[in-house]
């Protein structure tokens, strides 16, 4: 069993987290075989992805956690 996660929330009020779209309790794991996997996954998801326009953020929080 993969230990090593990334626990994926959206932040209080965002609009993604109405009832007719991802709902208030939504969220999303990733899980890895180490730490150091996790980590490095980790520091990649923090940075907006290439294909964003400058000035757009992505609404999400992320969160380690282990098993």
């Known amino acids: 069993m993969k230990r090593y996660g990334i626990r994926?929330?959206?932040?209080?009020?965002d609009t993604l987290s109405a009832g007719h779209l991802?709902?208030?309790?939504?969220?999303?794991?990733?899980?890895?075989?180490s730490a150091r996997e996790r980590d490095r996954m980790f520091e990649e998801m923090r940075r907006p992805p290439p294909y964003y326009?400058?000035?757009?953020?992505?609404?999400?929080?992320?969160?380690?956690?282990?098993?």
Do not use: I, M, S, Y
């Not at 994926?8 to 009020?13: M, S």
């Open 53 to 67: 326009r400058r000035g757009d953020v992505a609404t999400q929080v992320l969160e380690k956690v282990e098993r």
């Open 22 to 33: 991802l709902g208030e309790n939504w969220e999303q794991f990733r899980w890895f075989d």
């Open 8 to 13: 994926v929330t959206l932040p209080e009020g």
